[in-house]
């Protein structure tokens, strides 16, 4: 029986795993959990980012490091077996990998990066979620599933990002839809949908020649009504929220962390 004294937002004794930990927010959900007190498997393509993330990660709580490509089932197999026999089985999943789309107009976008973007943002996604899935409907445990979906799967840009947008999209549906097939399993799914963020992908597609930094700053300001960008910390409690039994009765939600962006029509004005 569940202790009725202990603080339902608290992590203790849970194993999260987070994919594309290495960078970002990733990271930044990852030191957040273990701050917590859950033990953490921080999982990643990228081994050389994912050895200093694990350094300090180790500063609060227990953790591991596993390279995994999410497009890859076995490899997704592997991590969760590793992360099962170091740290126990996984309570938490939290899908971040992605890759960004190629900057190019729909009409002349080729199938295999098309593809590509898809493959990893959102059947890569599937697939965490479906290992995940099976393991905690196995056990009887339940568990909880947090999707870093995106303002962007909600409604439109038009920057010629048509690939991302749609893989958030299927996201939003991936979440609404195994949140009630699993609820009989008491497995909880549910998406946070970021506005533009300050991560070292946001400054790199701002940094590029290509995009007009400055312009987009004031592109983006002028969607978010309380009038900044996101700090990865401003994700990191949203998730904790929703991966804790304080969040036991919350499941299928899109949770915007956007600064107001959605609640706004496009059209709307801002009070000065
Ligand atoms: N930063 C933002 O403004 C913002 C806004 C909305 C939503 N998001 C979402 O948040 C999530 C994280 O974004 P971020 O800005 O922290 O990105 P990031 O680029 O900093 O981190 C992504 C991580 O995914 C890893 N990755 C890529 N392909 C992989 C694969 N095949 N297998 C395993 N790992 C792989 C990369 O190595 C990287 O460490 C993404 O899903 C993104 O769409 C970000």
């Known amino acids: 029986m569940e202790d009725p004294k202990r ?7 849970r194993v999260a795993l987070v994919t594309g930990a290495a960078s970002g927010l990733g990271l930044a959900i990852s030191i957040g959990l273990s701050e917590r007190g859950a033990a953490v498997a921080a999982a990643d393509i990228n081994e050389v980012g994912l050895r200093q993330a694990v350094a300090s990660l ?3 709580g227990r953790a591991i490091g596993v390279r995994v490509d999410v497009t890859d089932p076995a490899s997704i197999e592997a991590m969760f077996d590793r992360a099962a026999q170091e740290l126990g089985p996984v309570d938490i999943l939290v899908n971040c990998a992605f890759v960004p789309s190629p900057k190019v107009a729909s009409e002349d976008t080729p199938l295999d990066a098309w593809e590509r973007v898809l493959r990893v943002d959102l059947t890569g996604y599937f697939l965490c979620t479906q290992a995940a899935g099976k393991r905690m409907i196995a056990s009887g445990r339940g568990g909880s599933i947090v999707n870093l979906s995106s303002i962007t799967g909600s ?10 947008g749609v893989a958030k999209s299927g996201i939003n549906q991936l979440t609404r839809e195994l949140a009630i097939e699993w609820a009989r399993y008491k497995i909880r799914v549910n998406a946070i949908l970021p506005c533009q963020i300050l991560t070292p992908a946001l400054r790199a597609f701002m940094d590029d020649p290509a995009n007009d930094g400055q312009g987009l700053l004031r592109t983006f300001l002028h969607g978010i009504p309380l009038g900044r960008l996101g700090n ?4 990191v409690g949203p998730v904790a929220f929703l991966a804790s039994d304080a969040a036991a009765m919350v499941t299928g939600v899109l949770l915007p962390v956007d600064g107001g962006n959605l609640a706004m029509n496009a059209g709307g004005t801002l009070r000065e």
């Open 155 to 164: 409604s439109g840009i038009g920057r010629e990002l048509l690939g991302y």
């Open 58 to 60: 180790r500063v609060s």
């Open 7 to 13: 603080d339902p937002f608290d992590l203790t004794g």
């Open 232 to 235: 990865p910390e401003d994700v």
